[in-house]
Each structure stands twice: as C-alpha cells, then as structure tokens.
C-alpha cells in the first residue's frame, strides 16, 4: 500500500521559515513526479510546487518562487519543501501527492 506521511508544518511568525518533509512508503518513487498542494478553507487545493524523478527539474507557483524550495532524496523516499520569507497568505494545509494519491496533510500557519 502507498502511504505518504507529511510532517514539519507548525506556527511561524511573517518572515520565518519551516522544512516539510513527505516521507512515501509502499513503491520506490524514483522515477515519479512528487508535488506539494496547499488548500485554505473555501478554496480549492493548489499547486506549490513539483520535482521530477529522472531530471530532478522543478517547478513553482508565481506566488512561492524565489522562497520555497523543492528537494528529494531517493535513497530515504523523501521530499522536502523548505519555506522562506514566510507570509500569511502562505497559511494553508500542505500536501504532497504522488500517482493522485494524497497524505494526511500539514498545517501551516503564518502569523503577522
């Protein structure tokens, strides 16, 4: 069974940073694409952010690039976001998805 477990998410200040981890169990992901989704009550799940599997390429939303940053390690099934320059609109539930299927989610909250 694929099982992704999100991690790291927690309250920061505007301005402050925060790592979240997407540790993928069940299948070795690396060939796979792995994306980081956010969703606010009300509004719809949006993309963060993605890395490929061969190339290891990336991409960003307009509204994250420059401050986050996508990274994987094959050897431990994991993905990472790291988060900078942290702002309240950054508040959101993140998740990682991989083959459409989703973890549990990790909140995030940004204060001001």
């Known amino acids: 069974e694929v099982q992704l477990v999100e991690s790291g998410g927690g309250t920061v200040q505007a301005g402050g940073s925060l790592r979240l981890s997407c540790a993928v169990s069940?299948?070795?992901?690396?060939?796979?694409?792995i994306a980081w989704f956010r969703q606010t009550p009300g509004k719809e799940r949006e993309g963060v952010s993605c890395?490929?599997?061969?190339?290891?390429?990336?991409y960003y939303a307009d509204s994250v690039k420059g401050r986050f940053t996508i990274s994987r390690d094959n050897a431990k099934n994991t993905v990472y976001l790291e988060m900078n320059s942290l702002k309240a609109e950054d508040t959101a539930v993140y998740y990682c998805?991989?083959?459409?299927?989703w973890g549990q989610g990790t909140q995030v909250t940004v204060s001001s």
């Open positions: 998805n991989v083959l459409n299927i």
């Open positions: 069940g299948f070795t992901f690396d060939d796979y694409v």
């Open positions: 890395i490929s599997g061969n190339d290891g390429s990336t």
